[in-house]
């Protein structure tokens, strides 16, 4: 009998011996976060960011309207009440207000065609102008030439929300609002105005819409861009799910003729190779102009690095280069790249980011899964594609194990104590449960061994 209580002892001892391995044992290849160089920006309203990239592009600030903030809040209201991430609207459903831009900058009383940008679901305002800005067709429309006021419309219900951006010209809208048709001979434009048979002399259209003389408007620019893109209605790249931020060029209107020669990037001096140039002739979707070429890498850009781009042209029969360099923007918080197998280190209360590199352009992550033991339930969004914000709050060694839906397992470990975590007081409760019984099976033998 005394043998097996013996045994017993060893036995509980070796599970206190467990209890604690388990929070103080961490591997010893663990990978430490990376710390933006560039930095990350912080602007206290849209509207400011908006300008200060287009000012960094050449372009005019835009002015705020008021009829214009009507127009994106109806929107952003209905885009929450129906989950409906889509510039139209369809008559009858909750907050309906207009069929398309449009039609619903005309129900808030503004007179003139809008232009749209919509974010559904986005972590900030920032993180929704950049996602805008990396989609290649909603990019051209905040770096539009013609456009010199905008309405900013946001709104949340629960888990949802919503930002809208709706862009005008306040010339147009003088006119329209006139309603009174231009006079004379020559060329007459029509379908600027709510008032479809308003006509406009094709001089005065043009001076109302040439807002800026910079001949061309190239991004990224000096601001630091997204380093990827995923997901845009329409696609402009239907065969990759995710890709770099796309490069673009547009020419003014007023220029001459711009014919592309060749459209390169670089990181480092050499030449990315894995790329699809996109113009007029070849946009899956028929929306790009004869102004707009668009460079995409397959591959993603670097976070916090560095490229080069070169855009050959003729323009009046004359050979021309367009050469600039643009930074990519690291993620929000300390972070780490990952490809799977990793374990990273971690400290209690810190957000992270996570970023699980493609192996090739279709490589999304669309799911993930988590185990851990030790420590409160994880805190994890996904803000962007690839992408996971993770909080923790537990032990020193406790582990956090994700498996993403693409094959990636990432093992996180707790370097520090957690002040607040109350799961340290279950611990020692079963410590004591297994002592407890230890001491009750001792005091049971010993009687019988008398």
């Not at 079963?430 to 049971?444: D, E, G, H, K, N």
């Amino acid at each position: 009998m005394l043998k097996r209580a013996l045994r017993l002892r060893l036995l509980g001892l070796g599970a206190i011996c467990a209890l604690f391995a388990a929070c103080e044992n961490t591997p010893s290849n663990l990978k430490q976060p990376l710390v933006a160089m560039s930095g990350f920006s912080f602007y206290d309203d849209p509207l400011s960011y908006i300008n200060n990239v287009r000012a960094k592009s050449g372009l005019n600030y835009f002015a705020q309207n008021e009829i214009l903030n009507i127009s994106a809040l109806n929107h952003a209201k209905y885009v929450v009440a129906n989950e409906a991430m889509s510039h139209d609207e369809t008559t009858g459903r909750a907050g309906f207000t207009g069929e398309d831009p449009s039609k619903r900058a005309f129900y808030a009383g503004y007179n003139a065609v809008v232009r749209e940008n919509l974010s559904y679901n986005s972590s900030d305002l920032k993180s929704a102008i950049d996602g805008l800005l990396s989609a290649i067709y909603h990019r051209f429309a905040f770096l539009d030439f013609a456009s010199d006021e905008i309405g900013i419309g946001y709104f949340e219900h629960g888990k949802k929300s919503s930002y809208v951006f709706e862009m005008g010209n306040s010339r147009l809208n003088a006119f329209c609002s006139q309603n009174l048709n231009d006079e004379g001979s020559g060329k007459f434009l029509l379908g600027m105005c709510k008032n479809e048979t308003l006509r406009m002399r094709e001089d005065k259209f043009k001076s109302a819409t040439a807002l800026n003389s910079r001949p061309y408007v190239y991004y990224p620019n000096d601001e630091p861009a997204l380093a990827f893109f995923s997901n845009e209605i329409p696609d402009p790249m239907p065969e990759c799910k995710i890709t770099a931020n796309p490069v673009s060029v547009e020419f003014n209107a007023e220029e001459p003729p711009v014919a592309m020669k060749s459209f390169k990037i670089y990181e480092g001096g050499r030449e990315l190779q894995n790329v699809k140039i996109l113009d007029k002739n070849s946009d899956p979707n028929a929306i790009l102009s004869d102004r707009q070429f668009v460079l995409f890498s397959r591959d993603v850009f670097k976070f916090d690095a560095k490229y080069g781009a070169e855009f050959n042209y003729e323009q009046s029969g004359k050979q021309k280069t367009l050469r600039w360099e643009f930074i990519t923007q690291a993620p929000k918080f300390r972070y780490f790249v990952v490809q799977g197998g990793e374990n990273l280190s971690v400290k209690n209360g810190a957000f992270y980011d996570i970023f699980v590199a493609p192996k090739d352009c279709n490589d999304l992550m669309k799911s993930y899964k988590t185990s851990y033991s030790f420590m409160d339930k994880p805190e994890i969004s996904s803000p962007a594609a690839n992408m996971l914000r993770v909080k923790l709050n537990g032990a020193k060694g406790a582990k956090l194990e994700i498996s993403t839906g693409n094959g990636a397992i990432i093992n996180l470990y707790l370097s520090d104590d957690s002040k607040s975590y109350g799961g340290m007081g279950k611990i020692y409760a079963a410590i004591a449960v297994v002592l407890t019984a230890i001491i009750l099976f001792y005091l049971l033998a010993r009687r019988r061994g008398r």
